[in-house]
């Protein structure tokens, strides 16, 4: 699941990325407007998508922390790099049931 999260996580971020710096300066700049439609839509079904995973991931794999931080990095330029290291560290893990 991790590395599944990790994978979306990064195609997100790239997408972003794309969406900003080549995008939207050919619509802007260039004048032409399809490829932001494009990387637009690409992006938004990325963003569903690591959403989606996370909330799968929280109560089986993550604790709700994981859920929020995820969410957050979502939002921001970058965010989904530096809370897929977060992710794989181990810092959202659920703790294994300890046997009596």
């Known amino acids: 699941m ?6 979306v996580g990064y195609l997100e971020g790239f997408s972003f990325l794309l969406l900003m710096g ?13 490829m932001v439609s494009i990387m637009g839509s ?13 909330f799968l991931g929280v109560g089986k794999h ?8 995820g969410s957050i990095a ?5 965010g989904p790099f530096l809370f897929e290291g977060m992710l794989v560290s181990g810092e959202y893990d659920l703790a294994a049931p300890e046997d009596d």
């Open 74 to 78: 979502a939002v921001v330029p970058a």
């Open 42 to 54: 690409l992006h938004g079904g990325l963003f569903l998508a690591y959403i989606g995973l996370l």
């Open 2 to 7: 991790k590395s599944l999260v990790s994978l």
């Open 62 to 69: 993550w604790n709700l922390t994981a859920l929020i931080h």
């Open 22 to 34: 080549v995008a939207m300066p050919m619509k802007y700049i260039g004048g032409e407007p399809a």
